[in-house]
């Protein structure tokens, strides 16, 4: 099993440049969820001046986001932690370590789906970073979440909402789901055979447990659109 440490201290929000999704939604969830930080990677950055928001700060080799909005983010107490461009990690990863550092219960990533389907799985398999931290890190966005299980997860949404459930690691064996319109006990699932797919929330709340493994789940928010 992975090492664990449990973690109190709130969520940090970690804003990528990809699509947010519909709008006002990213405001609502951090008037909502009251994150402990904001952090950018990079030209996210754009999207805190569109929501009319200050991020505590902006991490990475500062290609997308010009020289006059830098300049006025530091005026405004905003720390920039600048990286050369040739360098190995993703904006994202940098931005993703940063918030690591201040030791949060949760990290969500916005902004990390959509456009480029290699930035996408590249953001995914950030979700091992979490796993290895024990901190829980999601990708959101207004469509949906996507979180990595390598044991036990508890997923609270609503009755109705669309649950897929994919193998990361060559074989995942002893899921057990329950709260799910289709329940396994003690089942497997392995990559190439994409059983998961298309499950449904009974009723406000699902368990997922695993004995060995890793899963990707996806939770789509909206209610009764993959029937």
Same mark, same amino acid.
């Given at each position: 099993?992975?090492?664990?440490?449990?973690?109190?201290?709130?969520?940090?929000?970690?804003?990528?440049?990809?699509?947010? #999704?519909?709008? $006002?939604?990213?405001?609502?969830?951090?008037? /909502?969820?009251?994150?402990?930080?904001?952090?950018?990677?990079?030209?996210?950055? /754009?999207?805190?001046?569109?929501? $009319?928001?200050?991020?505590?700060?902006?991490?990475?080799?500062?290609?997308?986001?010009?020289?006059?909005?830098?300049?006025?983010?530091?005026?405004?107490?905003?720390?920039?932690?600048?990286?050369?461009?040739?360098?190995?990690?993703?904006?994202?990863?940098?931005?993703?370590?940063?918030?690591?550092?201040?030791?949060?219960?949760?990290?969500?990533?916005?902004?990390?789906? #959509?456009?480029?389907?290699?930035?996408?799985?590249?953001?995914?398999?950030?979700?091992?970073?979490?796993?290895?931290?024990?901190?829980?890190?999601?990708?959101?966005?207004?469509?949906?979440?996507?979180?990595?299980?390598?044991?036990?997860?508890?997923?609270?949404?609503?009755?109705?909402?669309?649950?897929?459930?994919?193998?990361?690691?060559?074989?995942?064996?002893?899921?057990?789901?329950?709260?799910?319109?289709?329940?396994?006990?003690? $089942?497997?699932?392995?990559?190439?055979?994409?059983?998961?797919?298309?499950? /449904?929330?009974?009723?406000?709340?699902?368990?997922?447990?695993?004995?060995?493994?890793?899963?990707?789940?996806?939770?789509?928010?909206?209610?009764?659109?993959?029937?």
């Amino acid at each position: 099993m992975a090492w664990r440490v449990m973690k109190t201290e709130g969520k940090i929000f970690v804003v990528a440049a990809g699509d947010l #999704g519909e709008g $006002g939604f990213f405001r609502e969830m951090a008037a /909502r969820q009251k994150p402990k930080a904001v952090i950018c990677a990079d030209g996210g950055a /754009r999207h805190l001046a569109l929501a $009319g928001m200050m991020p505590d700060s902006v991490v990475g080799d500062m290609d997308s986001i010009d020289g006059e909005t830098l300049r006025h983010l530091e005026e405004k107490g905003c720390r920039i932690v600048r990286h050369p461009k040739k360098k190995d990690e993703t904006d994202t990863e940098l931005a993703l370590e940063e918030a690591f550092r201040l030791n949060p219960a949760e990290v969500w990533i916005w902004g990390a789906m #959509g456009g480029r389907i290699d930035h996408a799985l590249a953001n995914v398999s950030l979700l091992w970073l979490g796993i290895k931290r024990g901190v829980t890190v999601k990708l959101v966005d207004s469509r949906s979440e996507v979180f990595m299980i390598d044991h036990r997860a508890v997923i609270e949404g609503k009755k109705g909402q669309t649950v897929s459930l994919l193998p990361v690691t060559e074989k995942v064996s002893g899921i057990t789901l329950e709260g799910f319109e289709y329940p396994l006990k003690n $089942g497997e699932m392995e990559l190439g055979r994409p059983l998961g797919m298309s499950n /449904r929330l009974l009723q406000n709340r699902g368990t997922v447990e695993i004995v060995s493994g890793a899963l990707i789940a996806i939770r789509y928010l909206k209610q009764d659109v993959f029937v």
